[in-house]
């Protein structure tokens, strides 16, 4: 199952850029959802999240049960570079993943049970736990770009 976590997290990239390379500027600004992000905001949420999460695994794997720092997901999908061209983010998605994946694939068992401290919740976050969280994160946010598809046609 981890491997197949570790594929979509790999993927995802690929499969993001091909679900929204050949979208215009106004396809890109609706909402996935009534209220929610626009898709254009989406792609760039999912860099910034995956950022995050990739710092977040290497200091699980450099320090001893470091405490993350949370980030407002909502205030920063509103700030002018998640309101931009999405190229900059489909880059850095490519990017990141890759170095991701790298590391993901070298992950001994006893690395994978590291944890980092998520201070909202006061809970222990494994990192074989947040391969699994963001595989799914992949997927749902995936999902909500081809949910789409049929409202563009």
Not at 54 to 63: D, G, I, P, Q, V
Not at 111 to 121: A, I, M
Not at 127 to 136: K, P, Q
Request: contains cysteine; aromatic residues 8%; charged residues 25%.
């Amino acid at each position: 199952m981890l491997d197949e976590f570790i594929t979509d997290i790999s993927s995802f990239p690929v499969r993001l850029r091909n679900e929204v390379q050949h979208l215009n500027s106004e396809q890109l600004n609706i909402p996935y959802r009534p209220g929610g992000w626009t898709i254009r905001q989406l792609v760039h949420h999912c860099a910034d999240s995956h950022m995050n999460s990739l710092m977040r695994f290497k200091l699980a794997l450099t320090e001893d049960q470091p405490v993350i720092k949370p980030y407002f997901e909502d205030r920063w999908a509103e700030l002018p570079d998640s309101k931009m061209e999405i190229e900059p983010a489909l880059q850095i998605l490519e990017g990141l993943h890759a170095r991701w994946t790298t590391l993901l694939k070298s992950l001994t068992a006893e690395q994978l049970k590291k944890v980092f401290v998520h201070p909202e919740h006061g809970t222990e976050i494994s990192l074989e736990e947040n391969i699994a969280l963001y595989a799914w994160h992949c997927n749902h946010h995936l999902a909500h770009v081809v949910s789409l598809k049929p409202k563009k046609e």
